[in-house]
């Protein structure tokens, strides 16, 4: 499988060294690494102009600062990889980071989108597992559409299919997503249809620093910007259903039950989330009665078999 890696950068000169480097410098080559320059003020285009006599780096210079989502899609848009990977340049990877990435693509045919742990460094440091073992979290687009689901992780952590990522990108709503912009990716993956793993290896270095704003953001509740990204949310999601001729199924209820027994180890919260879907959103009353009898049924054979428990990924 052909392997890309997407750097986007603005006015990250004094850390983009070592993104580039740690992109470089995997145990497998990256057989492209694209560097996207937002239009730096600071001496970023003269760091990339050095790195580009590798022979699998190019580079893109934007005369215009458009933000991150601009930089996926302009970046995307040259990509020629069969995997596609995202670096945010003031993060690093690990050497093994890309080998192990190929190794679970190829352990876990269905795989469409990957995540995995990370290890925080700066002025903040610790590991981050979303989990303490390897998960198929299965399918989720009812689970994102009806409930607005996040099911991933920072940009720098995020690798999917080009299959996926051409139903995703490029997204026009770039003055909405000049910076978070990995949530167009999280989310995207999830209403399209991919399948999504993690793996608890941490294999990302995630830089906390001042002008983080992933960290910054979730460090605390702002709900003027979390009222404005349910907003914006709405728009991708509207986007995306439309770009892919997608709509909800006739029965919810039904379909809920489907998407949850494409998780093989879920958890209570899953169950949860689905039987919240089925009672405030089905419409049809014989489903809604039918699908919550169903779901309940279907969680005491998981709670027999142990699955809730054991939640392994062979």
């Given at each position: 499988m052909k392997t890309t890696c997407l750097i986007n950068n603005y006015n990250y000169a004094?850390?983009?060294?070592?993104?580039?480097?740690?992109?470089?410098?995997?145990?497998i080559k990256f057989d492209e690494i694209i560097i996207v320059d937002d239009?730096?003020?600071?001496?970023?285009?003269?760091?990339?102009?050095?790195?580009?006599?590798?022979?699998?780096?190019?580079?893109?210079?934007?005369?215009?600062?458009?933000?991150?989502?601009?930089?996926?899609?302009?970046?995307?848009?040259?990509?020629?990889?069969?995997?596609?990977?995202?670096?945010?340049?003031?993060?690093?990877?690990?050497?093994?980071?890309?080998?192990?990435?190929?190794?679970?693509?190829?352990?876990n045919g269905e795989c469409d989108f990957l995540f995995c742990a990370y290890?925080?460094?700066g002025v903040e440091e610790g590991i981050f597992l979303e989990d303490e073992l390897d998960r198929d979290l299965g399918y989720s687009v009812l689970k994102t559409l009806c409930s607005g689901e996040w099911i991933g992780s920072i940009t720098s952590t995020l690798s999917m299919r080009r299959e996926i990522a051409n139903k995703i990108l490029?997204?026009?709503?770039?003055?909405?997503?000049?910076?978070r912009a990995d949530d167009c990716l999280v989310w995207g993956a999830s209403?399209?249809?991919?399948?999504?793993f993690y793996t608890s290896e941490p294999l990302v270095m995630y830089r906390i620093?001042?002008?983080?704003?992933?960290?910054?953001?979730?460090?605390?509740?702002?709900?003027?910007?979390?009222?404005?990204?349910?907003?914006k949310r709405s728009a991708i999601f509207n986007y995306l259903m439309h770009k892919n001729s997608l709509t909800?199924?006739?029965?919810?209820?039904?379909?809920?039950?489907?998407?949850?027994?494409?998780?093989?180890?879920?958890?209570?919260?899953?169950?949860?989330?689905?039987?919240?879907?089925?009672?405030?959103l089905e419409k049809n009353?014989?489903?809604?009665?039918?699908?919550?009898?169903?779901?309940?049924?279907?969680?005491?054979?998981v709670l027999k078999t142990g699955k809730l428990k054991s939640q392994y990924l062979k």
């Open positions: 004094y850390f983009l060294p070592e993104a580039i480097n740690s992109a470089l410098n995997q145990t239009a730096s003020t600071d001496n970023s285009a003269e760091v990339i102009t050095k790195f580009a006599q590798e022979d699998n780096i190019k580079y893109i210079l934007k005369d215009k600062n458009q933000g991150q989502l601009s930089s996926f899609n302009e970046g995307f848009i040259s990509a020629t990889g069969d995997l596609i990977f995202f670096l945010d340049a003031d993060d690093i990877y690990y050497p093994k980071y890309l080998e192990h990435a190929l190794n679970f693509y190829q352990r290890q925080k460094f490029p997204i026009p709503y770039t003055d909405d997503w000049r910076v209403v399209v249809g991919a399948k999504k620093h001042k002008s983080n704003n992933f960290h910054n953001k979730s460090s605390g509740i702002n709900i003027s910007f979390e009222y404005k990204r349910l907003l909800l199924p006739l029965f919810l209820a039904y379909s809920c039950l489907n998407e949850l027994k494409t998780i093989p180890y879920p958890k209570v919260k899953d169950f949860s989330l689905y039987l919240k879907i089925i009672f405030l009353i014989y489903w809604k009665i039918k699908g919550i009898i169903l779901l309940f049924i279907y969680f005491f054979e």
